[in-house]
């Protein structure tokens, strides 16, 4: 065994890779290692003194269930924890530790790329996998309900009483309503037509329905890419795409109002559906509502899932289903203050 002297903690801390903050009861930092200092973009004597959370514009960590683990003696980790600085979000994993004198030791760390794929791709599973137990009960459904409308026409033919014939139209008119709603489950059943044009023809089509269809106290944002390459897509099912998304931030500001920006960008060496690709285009679409509830972010691709009364979570299943046609797919972060849905198209070259 080597005998020369080993270096210091300090030393060992300030050459790790992942951010190392020491923090006191109240969250104050008293300690930042340099990539900690970079994650936060803040000098360690601007950081000093200062509680975590006034640091950043998000931290989705449960603090106070951290805070139970670390007093009853336990360490704490959590898998996947969002924080944004600047604007920007980062997904991390967390831990903590209990040190002497009442002081908190956090380790954050990137989320390994290939851990993010693994667990992107087992949510794409798990997500077709409950469309396609919805579209197999929609097919179940559907063909009693051609029975029960051609039941109630001839009902009402053979009724003497026109008073009567309310009750089969009211029949009728719910299994035509019943109808449309599997329709919609059961989704595109054909194979979209690619063309190779620019996305952002899909895009302006988008901005100039959504703006007929606004209040005045949204505001609609442009943010293109004029250098991004054309792409082969189908214009009508990206159109509904990018239509359902913009109409779920629509709803989402509420009456309280807001921006929406669709933004276009280049994104470079992506993996979409096991292929790797030099170029992808990114689509975004952003608001500054109140954010997509926590409860719901996991769920949130599927069938009949919604945060709205009345909403029949349909919108952002069927989006996802079309952007699977077309080799893409999609993601979003969201925070109080802040929802991105980010959709990403192959450009083959």
Known sequence: ????????????????????????????????????????????????????????????????????????????????????????????????????????????????????????????????????????????????LGGLRGAAQLLAKALPDPALMEYTKVIIEQADRLRNLVDRLLGPQQPGMHVTQSIHQVAERVFQLVSLEKPDNVTLIRDYDPSLPELAHDPDQMEQVLLNITRNSLQALGKEGGSITLRTRTAFQLTLHGVRYRLVARIDIEDDGPGVPGHLQDTLFYPMVSGREGGTGLGLSIARSLIDQNSGKIEFNSWPGHTEFSVYLPIRQ
């Open 1 to 144: 065994m080597a005998t020369g002297s080993l270096p210091d903690a300090g030393q060992i801390l300030n050459s790790l890779i992942n951010s190392i903050l020491i923090l006191d009861n109240d969250l104050a930092v008293h300690y930042a290692n340099p990539a900690a200092q970079q994650l936060l973009a803040q000098s360690s004597r601007k950081l000093f003194g200062t509680p975590l959370p006034e640091l950043l514009g998000y931290f989705s960590l449960n603090i106070d269930l951290m805070r139970e683990s670390l007093i009853a003696g336990q360490g704490f980790t959590d898998n996947e924890v969002t924080l944004v600085v600047d604007g920007r979000a980062h997904i991390l994993s967390l831990t903590a530790q209990r040190l002497p004198e009442e002081y908190i030791l956090l380790e954050l760390a990137p989320m390994d790329n290939q851990r993010r794929l693994s667990q992107e791709q087992l949510q794409h599973a798990q997500q077709v996998a409950a469309r396609d137990l919805v579209r197999g009960l929609a097919h179940e459904i559907k063909n009693p």
